[in-house]
């Protein structure tokens, strides 16, 4: 038996990427994985490769009436929910004067109403589970600014925030709230870089949504003493710049 066989986990954003690689991996330790998304064929096809006790639910992360939908057919099919993997999120690239209203209100109702609306709707079902886990999909974003992106940064600066405000008033019940924050992974965000993006990075290359889900797994499964965290991973961006070295080394 899988380490998750008694889990279930809401995975937004779950028909591809790193949403459908966290799925893929939930599902493998043996969690009943509902995969949450708009995209509705791609995340069919993904819950009919998962199997098992896998579903798919159409939800805009964005609406209040679809989380609590998503949340009650979760709880009438398969139990109370004790994962949610808050992983939906868009990005508009335009500098901050061309940026329309309408567009920075998409960006953040997206990265940081959505998560907000899938914590508060999901609190109960967690209660009901006798505690649980919830990762919330910043961005190294989160944590550095970015030129031309200024709602993606503003969103997910606000996720950390709010999951480090959701981490306090949850613990009492058993729920520890985290977050994750990838740099240059390759999903379809990322589809228009080449190589010479990540190649000033100490690790020179492009992280693959696997590894972001494993990290995702060691907080569901392993990290039992830490809530209100960050968890890095951005081949070493944060560390600094490339080190000096002298050319004989």
């Known amino acids: 038996m899988g380490r ?11 028909a591809r990427g790193i949403g459908a690689a966290v799925a893929r991996l939930l599902a493998a330790e043996g969690a009943a994985v509902v ?6 064929a791609e995340g069919a096809r993904l819950v009919a490769e998962l199997g098992g006790r896998s579903r798919f639910v159409p939800l805009d992360v964005t609406g209040e009436d679809g989380w609590e939908r998503a949340v ?3 709880e009438r099919e398969l139990g109370p929910v004790s994962v949610l993997v808050n ?13 329309s209203l309408e567009s920075f ?3 953040i109702d997206v990265n940081l109403q ?3 609306l899938g914590m508060r709707a999901v609190a109960p079902s967690l209660r009901r589970a006798g505690g649980g886990v919830i990762v919330n999909m910043s961005s ?5 600014g970015y030129a031309g992106v200024g709602a993606y940064v503003a969103g997910k600066w606000g996720l950390r925030g709010l999951t480090k405000a959701a981490a306090l008033e949850l613990a009492p019940d058993g729920v520890r709230v985290c977050s994750v924050h990838p740099g240059a992974v390759r999903t379809v965000m990322t589809a228009g870089f080449d190589d ?3 190649s000033g990075q100490p690790l020179p290359r492009f992280g693959e949504p696997e590894e972001v889900a494993r990290m995702v797994l060691f907080l569901v499964t392993d990290a039992t003493f830490s809530t209100g965290s960050e968890f890095v991973l951005d081949g070493g961006v944060l560390a600094g710049p490339p080190a000096l070295l002298s050319s004989d080394r």
């Open 4 to 14: 998750l066989s008694e889990r279930v986990a809401i995975v937004t954003g779950g």
């Open 87 to 99: 992983n939906a999120g868009v990005v508009e690239w335009a500098p901050m004067e061309e940026q």
């Open 35 to 40: 995969v949450a998304d708009v995209l509705e």
């Open 196 to 198: 010479s993006f990540v």
């Open 140 to 144: 190294l974003a989160g944590l550095i």
């Open 114 to 116: 959505g998560p907000w």
């Open 105 to 107: 209100r998409r960006v």
């Open 72 to 74: 009650a057919e979760t």
